[in-house]
């Protein structure tokens, strides 16, 4: 394999030069461990993280990866699983490249771990998905900042399948030696602020209480993941922490419309 996976959203969702992404990523890490609680006994099975423009969504992503780092030497591989947003996908879709790009350098793609997936029903392979999709993609220099360089990527992008299809393609890597799944998704859309509020409120503890069937694409974009994820949550009978939960209203955006926002810890 000699594809890269070029990045499609620097320089809109994040800024494109190296030094200037480092230094905004590791300034809202380093914000979010300033808040952070005592550090954990024991690395996170998953994360639940927003996917939107840095300086949107990037302080509320931060609080969850700021658990991350004390665990760079733990964790070796990263599975990152995210909503469709440009192309239609029916099941959940793996990328052939050797590596995916972000301004801080190449990520290489985990393909004994892509292999063993795409056996799963209703995995298989589209590059197309992955060409302009974000959804995975804004995670990467968080990840790149607090997991170094020693560690491999699976990306995987959902779209049309149920919670039981995701979580059983998923089994083999949740809780895996080594491993951290990456759950990529924002909330509300569009709502005022004292709305979104409201409905994030009520999806966080969906959320938090595994309720997955009540999670649907008003409550989350990434409402295919997450219910999967949820699932697997309920198998491993895993806990779901809400680290964080504010608006672009609260981050950088105006209040009259707005996105949710929410990190969760899986442990």
């Known amino acids: 394999m000699t594809l890269v996976r070029r990045p ?20 809202m890490l380093a914000a979010a461990h ?25 302080p ?33 879709a793996l990328s052939s490249a050797a590596a995916f790009a972000t301004p801080l350098g190449p990520v290489p793609i985990d393909h004994i771990a892509n292999g063993l997936l795409a056996r799963r029903a209703g995995v298989y392979t589209d590059d197309g998905a992955h060409e302009l999709e974000h959804s995975i993609e804004v995670h990467l220099p968080f990840l790149q900042r607090v997991l170094g360089l020693d560690w491999s990527l699976v990306p995987i992008i959902a779209g049309a399948a149920s919670a039981t299809m995701v979580a059983d393609a998923l089994e083999m890597v949740w809780g895996a030696d080594g491993t951290l799944v990456v759950v990529s998704t924002d909330l509300s859309h569009y709502h005022d602020q004292r709305t979104a509020s409201r409905m994030d409120a009520e999806t966080a503890a969906m959320i938090v209480s595994a309720q997955w069937e009540e999670v649907d694409g008003d409550h989350a974009c990434g409402a295919v993941p997450v219910r999967g994820a949820l699932e697997l949550t309920r198998r491993h009978t895993d806990a779901v922490t809400l680290l964080d939960l504010r608006t672009s209203g609260d981050t950088a955006g105006p209040a009259a419309r707005v996105v949710g926002y929410g990190s969760f810890l899986v442990s």
């Open 8 to 27: 499609a959203v620097a320089g809109s969702f994040y800024p494109a030069d190296p030094t200037e992404l480092a230094a905004m990523v590791d300034a």
């Open 34 to 58: 300033a808040a952070a609680p005592a550090a954990a006994t024991t690395p996170p099975v998953a994360i639940i993280v927003p996917h939107a423009g840095f300086v949107y969504s990037g």
């Open 60 to 92: 509320v992503a931060a609080t969850a990866y700021a658990r991350v780092r004390q665990w760079q030497q733990a964790i070796t591989r990263v599975v990152v699983i995210g909503p469709a947003h440009r192309v239609p996908v029916h099941g959940l």
